[in-house]
């Protein structure tokens, strides 16, 4: 992580919640900046540039979506939508193909808090941006939230392509259950070890060939599991 | 009477053509011979019954006298005396009559034919009497034998022939009505051998020509049919056109083809219909089809024709009724093209409604809860409180646009059932109210997605609070191994829905008793809307027990906790 406090640039077009927003952000420790539209977040980007992007949907002049795929043009900078869209709506697609992460309106504060973090790890995590193949026939994607096996598309639910970052950033290592769960689960309530071995369980239902003999997810009994990528001669 | 058949008519006419003339010609040379034979026997006669009766003259005119004559004569001779008196007769029974009376000496004989026997009478010059010289009568055998030989002849070679020479002329036209009967059929490949230049192939040659045509036609008509089915109208109109104008040249064999499309407002004043222009031969020609769906005219194909090609009826037909089939498929993509631009601008509408309720409603929110925080002040709990209501209610207006919409996709997540619904029941704030949470399913995990599941079990257990009267809500998270499921029951102890009611309460805008509450009537709607677009269900079932009341039982689908 960034030596300095995690800067955040902060666009909405409502005044109100945009100062709220940014004094809760700031006394938990981010080091904020506003912008009220797509317009002046692309001037403030030109000055300076923050460890995360949080962006409105709707805003005049220049909306979060086309803001949103112009600063992903330009470089890999993490970015929440806030929007009052939810996963049901034909935008979230496209949504998803750009930002990190999305939160609908009305939130409280601190799930997105909770989210920020997250995302932030997530960075931290170092999992390269693209495609990830596990072996000729697999490949995550898991900035789109898919995999695909031997030229089938599988979607990916949240928690599942979380899960997979942290596992994807320990590439063929032991990923201790809780460190799972705190990634899977960080907004949820006393996750219990049940969710990540069931989520385990059908997570290896899409990318395994063979779900009963797994060889890309593998349990370390009683410690976590390990994600393996198999390299063309080893099988 | 059944007719009998061509070939047999011809064989029967063929008989009748070479036996009729034979015969006839038989008869009339019988006829002809048969009078010149008897007339120049009567001359060879009456000249020997001269001779015999010069010869006569005072010879004693007696039997010898006869037999003598009859042997000179070849013939018998009988003679007379004066006033016909019978005297003597080389053959008595011949009978011959008595002489005429024009017979006397000094006339010419007299030849008299009776019975197959002509006789020549002539006077004795002397006056002594009448000689007679008899013969029969001369046929011709010879020429009754040839003559019915030859008929026979005639009859067996029309037998023999007849039928070989009319089938020889029958034979093409059953062979034209064989390649018609496969015509018929739908071989269109079927031709006739067109040899020589009779009429029989010309009327092949004709044939072959109609067989063609029907063929072509055929092969546009499949074109023409394909092209219609390949027009979709998701396509789009520009689209639809290209695909149309590529096919009709295609199907048709046009030089080239624009279909021009009228817009909304129909054909622009002066346009017709415009029929097929007047043909040059020898020159291309353009042709019209009127795109119409019913009276509508919404646009019209025009294109131009190689003037090699015949253009008939037919093929104007065909044109025509693929310019009706792409009338059709452009008003449906038209209306497509509406009906999915009206649902964009629905779904943009109710985006933008959603971001202008909820975006206040957020700040409200939030100033209201810090508010709360720092002075106590219990008021403005109400505010955080009502505004979570009313943005519940704008994302339930948007959730049942969306179910409508089928655009609502599950984020499936596995969680513990019970602690969800203990968080709900704690977020209604109504600790007062009696409350049990029974977990008889331990060990299960549900699969669905969380929200949901909350929204779901935040409206269940707020209509028991509403309609559930005092007594306890019960709720129960239980298995059920068959599917597996996870069954949660929510029960109260209300009046209860009457029977009929049961479907009822899932209705959009439903209050039970009607008017009552102060509900939005999309809560239960919404809830199982979400259910089942999860792969869950959501229903009442009896109370099973005299205390009554109302249960609803929400079904999930649901994962066993193992490590793994």
């Known amino acids: 992580m960034a030596p300095h406090e995690p800067r955040i640039l902060l666009v909405d077009d409502d005044a109100n919640l945009l100062v709220f927003l940014a004094e809760q952000l700031k006394s938990d420790g981010f080091e904020v900046t506003t912008a009220r539209d797509g317009v002046e977040a692309l001037k403030r980007l030109e000055s300076a540039w923050p460890d995360l992007l949080i962006v409105d949907m709707m805003m005049p002049r220049l909306d979060g979506l086309s803001l949103a795929r112009q600063v992903k043009a330009r470089a890999d900078l993490p970015i929440i939508v806030l929007s009052a869209v939810d996963a049901g709506d034909s935008k979230a697609e496209a949504l998803e193909e750009v930002a990190e992460d999305y939160i609908t309106k009305p939130f409280h504060y601190p799930e997105l808090r909770a989210r920020i973090h997250r995302v932030l790890r997530r960075v931290g995590d170092r999992v390269p941006a693209g495609r990830l193949q596990l072996d000729p026939g697999l490949v995550l994607d898991l900035q789109r939230r898919r995999l695909v096996l031997d030229g089938v598309e599988v979607r990916l639910t949240p928690v599942e392509s979380r899960l997979l970052y942290a596992l994807a950033a320990n590439l063929g290592q032991v990923v201790p259950t809780e460190t799972l769960l705190a990634r899977g689960w960080s907004e949820t309530e006393s996750p219990d070890p049940s969710y ?34 198999l390299t063309a001669s080893s099988g | 009477m059944r007719r009998l058949s061509l070939q047999g008519r011809l064989l029967a006419a063929l008989i009748a053509a070479g036996i009729v003339p034979v015969v006839a010609f038989a008869a009339l040379t019988f006829l002809l011979v048969g009078g010149a034979l008897s007339s120049r026997q009567a001359d060879d006669l009456a000249a020997i019954s001269r001779l015999a009766a010069n010869q006569l003259v005072g010879a004693p005119l007696d039997a010898a006298t006869a037999l003598r004559l009859a042997e000179t004569t070849a013939g018998d001779a009988t003679l007379f005396g004066p006033g016909g008196v019978f005297l003597a007769s080389s053959d008595p029974d011949l009978g011959v009559p008595a002489p005429p009376d024009a017979v006397q000496p000094g006339s010419e004989p007299v030849v008299v034919t009776r019975a197959g026997l002509v006789t020549a009478y002539a006077a004795i010059p002397s006056g002594a009497g009448v000689v007679a010289i008899s013969q029969p009568q001369a046929t011709a055998p010879a020429l009754a034998v040839a003559l019915l030989a030859t008929l026979t002849v005639g009859v067996v070679l029309a037998l023999a022939f007849g039928p070989a020479l009319s089938r020889t002329l029958v034979s093409p036209l059953t062979r034209m009505t064989a390649t018609l009967d496969r015509l018929q059929a739908g071989d269109l490949s079927a031709r006739l051998p067109v040899t020589g230049d009779d009429e029989v192939s010309r009327l092949a040659a004709s044939h072959n020509r109609l067989a063609d045509a029907l063929a072509a036609r055929n092969r546009s008509l499949a074109l023409v049919s394909h092209a219609v089915a390949s027009l979709s109208p998701r396509d789009g109109v520009a689209a639809l056109v290209a695909t149309a104008e590529g096919a009709a040249a295609e199907a048709f064999g046009f030089t080239s083809v624009r279909v021009r499309l009228f817009g909304p ?74 009906v999915e631009g009206l649902a964009e601008l629905k779904a943009e509408f109710l985006r933008g409604v959603s971001h202008n309720l909820q975006t206040p409603l957020t700040s409200i929110r939030a100033f209201a809860t810090q508010l709360a925080t720092e002075t106590g002040d219990r008021r403005l709990g109400i505010i955080v409180e009502q505004s979570d209501r009313l943005s519940r209610l704008v994302s339930q207006l948007l ?44 060990g299960w995990l549900a699969a669905a997605d969380r929200d949901w599941v909350e929204q779901i079990v935040w409206a269940l257990l707020d209509n028991a609070l509403k309609y559930g009267g005092e007594g306890t809500i019960e709720v129960t998270v239980a298995l059920d191994p068959a599917a597996p499921t996870l069954v949660t029951t929510v029960r109260d102890h209300g009046p209860g829905i009457a029977h009929e009611d049961h479907e009822r309460v899932f209705e959009r805008f439903t209050r039970l008793p009607a008017g009552s509450g102060d509900g939005s009537g999309l809560g239960l709607s919404v809830a199982r809307g979400l259910a089942e677009a999860m792969g869950g269900r959501l229903e009442t079932v009896p109370p099973g027990d005299e205390d009554g009341g109302t249960v609803f039982a929400l079904r999930l689908p649901a994962e066993r906790i193992e490590e793994g």
């Open chain 1, 196 to 229: 990540a071995w069931v989520t385990m369980r059908r997570l290896r239902r899409k990318l395994e060939r063979d779900p009963d003999h797994p060889v890309f997810l593998e349990t370390v009994r009683g410690v976590g599991y390990r994600l393996n990528r």
């Open chain 2, 399 to 442: 959730t049942v646009s969306k179910l409508e919409a089928g655009t609502l996709r599950p984020e499936v997540d596995v969680f513990a059932l019970p602690p969800l619904v203990q968080r709900v029941w704690e977020s209604l704030g109504r600790g007062e109210h009696a409350f049990t949470l029974r977990d008889e399913a331990t």
């Open chain 2, 265 to 338: 407002d129909g054909p622009p004043p002066g346009a017709t219909d415009a029929d097929t222009g007047e043909r040059v031969p020898g020159e291309a020609f353009e042709v019209t089809a009127p795109l119409a769906v019913g009276e509508d005219r919404v646009g019209v194909l025009v294109a131009t024709q190689v003037p090699t090609r015949e253009w008939g009826e037919a093929d104007e037909d065909l044109l025509h009724i693929f310019g009706v089939q792409l009338g059709a498929a452009v008003r449906n993509a038209e209306l497509f093209d509406a």
